[in-house]
């Protein structure tokens, strides 16, 4: 571990001698008499703490204050002062200092109170870190958007992202509602701000009111304290209400009233709390129908409805499969530290062919699955489950399916196939006859036989 690293900015020598005896047993201590001094120093070398006197000549010490919090990241900063400055110090807590100390300095104290600012910067620059790393994570480059609708759905999210409007997302389970949730949270001037994720069908209906909106202290046998609600926790911040075709209307009624007024009461209470929160809702369910069968408010589902995005399942967008099987390989192997791994032409085109009724969560399970399970680096049909290796049962032609469910004899389900057949490549071949049994790896001779026999005229449509 490196040592942490400490600016001292003060203009006496003596101060900066005495703190640097003081500290450099344990930090790496660097020094400066002037703000533009420490300026010069905090563009090149990263800092965890400033001890900044608030008494300097040129640029005063409040206004370095200022300047070294709007740096990114943003060292914790210890004011230096005197007696008679302790007035001008409360102020500087107010522009983000992290304390002060007055001098003469008790040396304990010091010592202690520069621990504490190293241990804050330290967790202040993990925050940092792990909120740009998520961010990263519903990143443009993370969605997956090879298919025109998808690529439309990425416009809308970059253009409605920075604004505050309520957004309706609709599509089938597993088709990435919260994906695109969480891409207008952390493409928007919020994202520095909590996501709050509630999920409606999750929560049973007579809890859910205080789990939105809170509770005060004996609302309820077992409301022992005052909770906050999540909308509160959301403040500044957006809320992702999932399942929303799952509320009970009179909850429902209490969320219009916040997308109207921007303010809710606490279960029990009687005062109105004021927030600042963007609503997303998701659902898979059709709301239409709910609202035909009462049990979704117009009202509320036109005040959400305000940008509408649906994603269409898997099977309506398959340009999207193979960029998402590429991306999951490469995502899993990163995850679960697997070794690369591919997919063979073989179980690619069986991957393509495939209904995917649970979208894009089904497919990832399929691919982690393989990877988890398979020992090749190409993987191959077997490595795929039975349903997808040998779809023999889904993938059957609707004759042969009338044929099974005994409504035509057999006889008659191949003639009609074979019709069908010969009818194209006699399309395909602009009636030429000869090219269309070569195109059917036949001769010209028995082509003729089979459509005198199932009735097929030689010229085609038009003649
Ligand atoms: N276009 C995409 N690109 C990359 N990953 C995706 C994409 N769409 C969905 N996913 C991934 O698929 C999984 C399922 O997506 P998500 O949870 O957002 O679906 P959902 O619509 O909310 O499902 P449900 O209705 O079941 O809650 C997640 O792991 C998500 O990251
Ligand atoms: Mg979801």
């Keep these: 571990?490196?040592?942490?690293?400490?600016?001292?900015?003060?203009?006496?020598?003596?101060?900066?001698?005495?703190?640097?005896?003081?500290?450099?047993?344990?930090?790496?201590?660097?020094?400066?008499?002037?703000?533009?001094?420490?300026?010069?120093?905090l563009t090149t070398t990263p800092v965890d703490v400033v001890l900044l006197d608030i008494l300097l000549p040129g640029m005063d010490g409040l206004e370095v204050l200022e300047k070294i919090k709007q740096r990114?990241?943003?060292?914790?900063?210890?004011?230096?002062?005197?007696?008679?400055?302790?007035?001008?110090?409360?102020?500087?807590?107010k522009l983000g200092?992290?304390?002060?100390?007055?001098?003469?300095?008790?040396?304990?104290?010091?010592?202690?109170?520069?621990?504490?600012?190293?241990?804050?910067?330290?967790?202040?620059?993990?925050?940092?870190?792990?909120?740009?790393?998520?961010?990263?994570?519903?990143?443009?480059?993370?969605?997956?958007?090879?298919?025109?609708?998808?690529?439309?759905?990425?416009?809308?999210?970059?253009?409605?992202?920075?604004?505050?409007?309520?957004?309706?997302?609709?599509?089938?389970?597993?088709?990435g509602k919260e994906l695109i949730a969480k891409a207008l949270h952390y493409h928007s001037p919020r994202a520095h701000r909590p996501l709050v994720t509630l999920n409606c069908a999750a929560i049973p209906e007579n809890l859910?009111?205080?789990?939105?909106?809170?509770?005060?202290?004996?609302?309820?046998?077992?409301?022992?304290?005052?909770?906050?609600?999540?909308?509160?926790?959301?403040?500044?911040?957006?809320?992702?209400?999932?399942?929303?075709?799952?509320?009970?209307?009179?909850?429902?009624?209490?969320?219009?009233?916040?997308?109207?007024?921007?303010?809710?009461i606490r279960v029990g209470g009687n005062q109105p709390i004021r927030v600042d929160v963007r609503v997303i809702?998701?659902?898979?369910?059709?709301?239409?129908?709910?609202?035909?069968?009462?049990?979704?408010?117009l009202d509320l589902y036109y005040r959400?409805?305000?940008?509408?995005?649906?994603?269409?399942?898997?099977?309506?967008?398959?340009?999207?499969?193979?960029?998402?099987?590429?991306?999951?390989l490469a995502l899993k192997s990163r995850e679960l530290g697997i070794p690369e791994k591919t997919f063979s032409n073989e179980a690619l085109d069986l991957l393509l062919g495939y209904s995917w009724p649970g979208n894009v969560r089904e497919l990832e399970n399929v691919v982690e699955r393989a990877m988890v399970l398979s020992p090749h680096r190409i993987m191959e049909?077997?490595?795929?489950?039975?349903?997808i290796a040998n779809p023999r049962q889904t993938q059957f032609h609707p004759a042969q399916q009338s044929v099974l469910r005994g409504e035509t004899r057999l006889s008659e389900a191949v003639d009609q196939f074979e019709q069908e057949l010969i009818r194209r490549a006699l399309e395909q071949a602009q009636y030429n006859q000869t090219r269309a049994a070569e195109i059917l790896g036949t001769t010209r001779r028995i082509l003729k036989y089979k459509m005198d026999k199932l009735g097929i005229r030689p010229e085609g449509p038009e003649a």
Excluded: C, W
């Design 1 to 41: 571990m490196p040592k942490p690293r400490v600016l001292i900015v003060d203009d006496e020598p003596s101060v900066r001698q005495s703190l640097t005896l003081i500290l450099k047993d344990q930090y790496e201590v660097l020094a400066a008499a002037t703000g533009q001094g420490a300026f010069d120093v």
């Design 72 to 93: 990114v990241p943003s060292p914790q900063v210890i004011m230096l002062t005197a007696t008679k400055t302790v007035k001008t110090a409360v102020r500087a807590m």
């Design 97 to 175: 200092a992290f304390d002060y100390v007055t001098k003469p300095f008790d040396v304990e104290e010091l010592l202690l109170l520069v621990e504490r600012a190293v241990q804050s910067a330290a967790l202040v620059q993990e925050v940092e870190h792990l909120r740009a790393e998520v961010g990263q994570r519903y990143s443009f480059e993370n969605i997956i958007a090879r298919s025109p609708k998808m690529q439309e759905i990425l416009r809308t999210v970059a253009r409605v992202a920075p604004l505050k409007t309520t957004v309706l997302i609709t599509g089938e389970s597993g088709t």
């Design 208 to 264: 859910l009111e205080s789990e939105l909106f809170g509770h005060e202290r004996g609302a309820f046998t077992d409301a022992h304290a005052r909770k906050l609600g999540q909308f509160e926790f959301a403040d500044q911040g957006t809320i992702f209400l999932d399942e929303i075709g799952e509320m009970h209307p009179s909850i429902q009624a209490k969320i219009l009233r916040v997308l109207e007024q921007g303010e809710f």
């Design 281 to 297: 809702a998701a659902t898979n369910r059709d709301l239409h129908e709910g609202m035909r069968e009462g049990r979704f408010r």
């Design 304 to 328: 959400l409805n305000v940008v509408s995005i649906h994603i269409p399942p898997l099977r309506e967008r398959r340009e999207d499969i193979v960029p998402l099987v590429q991306h999951f």
């Design 381 to 387: 049909p077997s490595d795929l489950p039975e349903y």
